[in-house]
């Protein structure tokens, strides 16, 4: 062949891969190819929907201690930027991926995934069926897993697995927070994100944000909101926080089982009722626990960029980001009261039913008065908000940076400065008119007006 054709057939081909197997713990196998470090990766195996944003949930602290499913058949594509990962480095056990682009295709791109997964030591393994794969988990729930490069020795691999660690009962929160105080403003903000957002607003408030494994795009928007963060180990003492005089403290996402991290919920129980609070994700049921919640471990957990969600409170449907596998129960946080709750006495098990009445229930809690469920997951009727009414505190189960993911649930920053400024109304925003701010393609004078 000429050299043009060798070329095009280096380019266009893959090269041959090492043999690799996906075991999970009932016994059940697949088998597939190599695509990134090599070795042997223990974790819980769960899946993600998301269509885009690989590198995001690559880089997500909140997959400490989990082998990740990409539902997307083809992974890769757009190749790696630096400016869009979420930490330093990985904090996932392993990636499962239908198949791995070696060519990436984009201007932005730095390098090949294969090479960052190489590169960051992150065992990978694709070929596989995803498809049986993700049927295998919604049936039989979230369970162990290895990925292996190393043995084709199933019985000795199912072995190991059912001898590995679980998440529940282990502080993954500990593992991927920082170990210092720092600070991140508008100096930090990536430069190449600057084709698409607008520059971040003059600050108007001081937020301590709790690193339970925060993300970078978490952080990055609460700048866009006109926020100057000062970011803190997960476990800082309370004390610590009030003594900064912060306008408002953000719990943030993180990994894990949130009944482990103790030290960070009672912390929360502290700072609840002196400062304004918002937490998502880990910081939700960081919350929630702190108000006295039972956790309860979700079968296959959500995980991806389409789950539905109602805002009680507007009828709004927000499509949404989410990765956690545990749930606060808001049955467990108290008894209903009727005159708040559309004359309703008692709890059901499927959250879904307050959709369906109209009505944003209100329990009333021994620790910290009234508390509203304010969002319910229309997938599956568990709860994904709370709003404290006799504090300044609210939460959201969900990631609403979308990164990766939908921009509808943006308004929950803005609503973070209007709790921070004494608003009562703070959550009765239009979210189709902010969920174009910050970026440069919905920058409007109307849109200003509307969102300010």
Known sequence: MSKVADFLLEKTSKPAAQPALLVLEDGTVFHGTACGAMGEAFGEICFNTSLEGYLEIITDPSYAGQIVALTYPQVGNYGVHLDDV????????????????????????????????????????????????????????????????????????VAKVRQSPSLVGVNLAAAVSREEAGSYTAA????????????????RFRVVA???????????????????????????????????????????????????????????????????????????????????????????????????????????????????????????????MPELSGGFEAHEEDLRCWAERGAAPVVANERFGRIQLTHVNLDDGTAEGFAFLDIPAFSVQYHPEASPGPTDAHYLFTAFGRLMTGAEDYLDIDIAADRLAGWKFGETDETKKEVA
Not at 93 to 112: A, F, I, K, N, Y
Not at 128 to 155: F, P
Not at 192 to 203: D, G, N, V, Y
Not at 320 to 331: I, K, L, S, V, Y
Request: proline fraction near 7%; charged fraction near 20%.
């Open 210 to 336: 709790y690193d339970c494994g925060a993300k970078r795009s978490i952080l990055e928007n609460l700048v866009r909101s006109g926020c100057d963060v000062t970011v803190m180990p997960w476990n800082t003492p309370a004390e610590e926080v009030l003594a900064l005089d912060p306008d408002g403290v953000f719990m943030s996402n993180g990994p894990g089982d949130p009944d482990a991290v103790a030290e960070t919920y009672q912390q929360v129980e502290k700072l609840l009722g002196k400062v304004p609070v918002f937490g998502i994700c880990l910081g939700h049921q960081m919350m929630a626990k702190a108000a006295g919640a039972d956790i309860e471990k979700l079968k296959f957990g959500h995980h991806g960029g389409n789950h539905p969600v109602q805002n009680l409170l507007t009828g709004r449907v927000e499509v949404t980001a989410q990765n956690h596998g545990f749930c606060p129960r808001f049955q467990s946080l108290g008894a209903l």
């Open 188 to 203: 930090d903000l990536p430069g190449s994100h600057s084709f698409a957002a607008i520059p971040a607003p003059e600050t």
């Open 86 to 157: 979420q930490a330093e480095h990985p904090a996932l056990r392993g990636l499962v991926v239908r198949d791995l682009c070696p060519t990436p295709s984009s201007w932005r791109s730095q390098e090949d995934l294969g090479s960052f997964l190489r590169r960051e030591g992150v065992v990978a393994i694709e070929g596989i069926d995803t498809r049986a794969l993700v049927r295998h988990i919604r049936d039989h729930g979230a369970q162990k897993a290895v990925i292996s490069t190393e043995t084709d020795n199933v019985d000795d691999l």
